[in-house]
């Protein structure tokens, strides 16, 4: 053994090498759903593959026969695609009173999307007291006056899917003019 390395620490060292490694394997993620037809929603034909998620993140998409995972769901038959957006939802009071969102969620809306030409903000005190005076079957409280209120007001109670808002050009309006 030349430069130092006597015998017992070049057998040490080989031994390490060939048994102390263990071989890679496979990623680890949350949930895998495995055997999906998997559509991505560009409008190209599904493939048949798995899809990884971590935390709430898709990860992975392919094969993934040699990763792992806490909780496995076999899509054999079935398509996964991505979560739907409802651009034109009126689900502003309904969210209020149940946040879980069910007819949507079980149909794979995941984003809600409010304002077209009436937003629950911005609101002045007239139109606060309008909204309570003008509810009908769901009753409840308007504690905000900006957009983001509700929003975070939503967020407060539970809310189930993703929301976004744009200001109704009507509400505009109506808080500046009258």
Known sequence: MSNGMNRTSFLFLLFILLFGCTPASG?????IIRHGTVFDGSGAPGIRTDVGIQADTVASIG???????TAELDAEGLVVAPGFIN????????????????????QGVTLEVFGE???????????????VDDQSY??????????GG??????????STNVASFIGAGTVRIHEVG
């Not at 769901?138 to 957009?147: G, H, Q, R």
């Not at 509700?150 to 809310?159: F, K, M, N």
């Open 27 to 31: 990623p680890t993620y949350d949930v």
């Open 63 to 69: 094969d993934l026969s040699n990763a792992s995972s």
């Open 87 to 106: 651009m034109l939802s009126w689900a502003t009071t309904t969210l209020i009173e149940d946040g879980r969102s069910q007819s949507d969620i079980r």
């Open 117 to 131: 030409g009436w937003s629950y903000g911005p609101l002045n005190e007239t139109m606060r007291q309008g909204m």
């Open 138 to 147: 769901i009753k409840y409280d308007v504690p905000w006056t900006s957009l």
């Open 150 to 159: 509700y929003l975070d007001h939503l967020v407060e109670r539970g809310v």
